[in-house]
């Protein structure tokens, strides 16, 4: 379960208009049941440890694994690549260009250094490749 809201970039027309929203703002249970609806071309990234993710995670979530010594690096130099962290099936429709919209959450779901979504969100500055991204805010409960 999903608590408190989740705040959208200003580049997320297309969700925006996808799930009827009003303002920048989604509530987490909108979220949730409306992800159905939406196409493939969402990517849902749980930045969560393994044990996190295992134990329950939003439906078509990806794991980002981040081994210690990529997120030492990525620390020392302030951004990771997001398909560094991703399983090579997914990282090949990345590439090929499948995804149009990015979904990221975490367990404080907040993107503070030195978190592996903060992280992830440096690279995207760095390396853009998404239409939209979506930060979710609040806590995962399973």
Not at 10 to 28: E, H, Q, V, Y
Not at 39 to 56: E, I, K, M, N, Q
Not at 80 to 95: F, G, M, T
């Amino acid at each position: 379960m999903l608590h408190q809201q989740i705040l959208i970039s200003p580049r997320t027309c297309n969700l925006i208009k996808a799930f009827g929203m009003k303002d920048n703002f989604l509530t987490a249970g909108e979220f949730v049941r409306n992800l159905e609806a939406t196409d493939s071309s969402l990517l849902v990234v749980d930045c969560r440890p393994l044990t996190a993710f295992s134990h329950g995670h939003i439906r078509g979530a990806v794991h980002a694994f981040c081994p210690s010594i990529l997120w030492r690096r990525g620390a020392a130099r302030g951004y990771i690549r997001l398909e560094a962290v991703l399983e090579p099936e997914v990282r090949k429709q990345l590439r090929a260009g499948e995804f149009k919209t990015l979904v990221l959450y975490d367990e404080g779901a907040s993107p503070r250094e030195p978190s592996e979504l903060h992280l992830i969100l440096q690279g995207l500055h760095k390396y853009p490749v998404f239409q939209s991204v979506v930060v979710l805010k609040g806590k995962l409960d399973f």
